[in-house]
């Protein structure tokens, strides 16, 4: 079984269009990601969810909405697309830990490359 | 801000052989994780290992282990008896023990020569 998957894994679009990218964990986490890997390769964090509670968001356009309806999904909606928008986009999981021996791996899924023509 | 630098964009190794690739980090917490990080070409984003920075041992997996100098704020992987399948992007990552935000490298590209 997957267990953080994405979809669509690729998408392709005319700027100004709106989209949507899904992501689900069944590793029964409570934290999820969304993280952009641009066409250098470099990854950057833009949002966290902590039991559908926004902890973590990185100057990100607010083009970019992140939705959590429970702990296990967490959706990306882009409004507007830019051609700068073309990345690929990871979802990621983790459970937040509860002492200090803890380590809240985050696990991560297949990504989506979103292309903007 | 925690930054992590990987100082060698592309590296090669011959099958079988043994490589290292650098990384070295920036902060001033004491409480942290490390990662190594794989992403093959089907870019899917594969956790090779990581460290606890409290834990003096370093970690191995298989035929991956680090060499952790906390007092150096070094953290490189070594990748014994390559193999094929080890041809990847390699990234290393930073985790501070207060923090979700995981702090990426820049990566480095692994080649193995068969």
């Known amino acids: 079984d997957t267990a953080v998957s994405q979809t669509p894994k690729y998408l392709v679009t005319q700027m100004g269009n709106d989209k949507s990218i899904k992501c689900e964990q069944n590793?029964?986490?409570?934290?999820m990601y969304w993280y952009k890997q641009d066409s250098k390769k470099f990854l950057k964090i833009m949002f966290s969810y902590n039991n559908k509670e926004l902890i973590i968001n990185e100057t990100v356009p607010n083009r970019f909405s992140p939705k959590s309806p429970d702990k296990a999904h967490l959706n990306l909606h882009i409004n507007s697309l830019e051609l700068g928008d073309s990345a690929v986009y990871f979802c990621?999981?983790?459970?937040?830990?509860?002492?200090?021996?803890?380590?809240?791996?985050?696990?991560f899924g297949p990504g989506t490359r979103l292309t903007v023509l | 801000a925690q930054t992590v630098t990987q100082s060698q964009p592309e590296m090669s190794v011959q099958e079988a052989e043994t490589v290292t690739l650098s990384c070295t980090y920036d902060t001033s917490e004491s409480d942290y994780y490390l990662f190594w990080y794989k992403q093959p070409p089907s870019r899917q984003m594969i956790l090779v290992i990581r460290q606890e920075a409290y834990k003096q041992q370093n970690a191995t997996e298989n035929r991956f282990s680090v060499n952790f100098q906390k007092a150096a704020k070094s953290f490189s992987l070594k990748i014994s008896d390559s193999q094929l399948g080890d041809a990847a992007m390699y990234f290393c990552?930073?985790?501070?023990?207060?923090?979700?935000?995981?702090?990426f490298g820049k990566g480095t590209k692994l080649t193995v020569n068969p």
């Open positions: 990552a930073f985790l501070d023990g207060g923090s979700e935000k995981l702090v």
């Open positions: 590793l029964g986490h409570d934290t």
């Open positions: 990621a999981s983790s459970q937040r830990p509860k002492t200090s021996a803890d380590t809240d791996t985050q696990y």
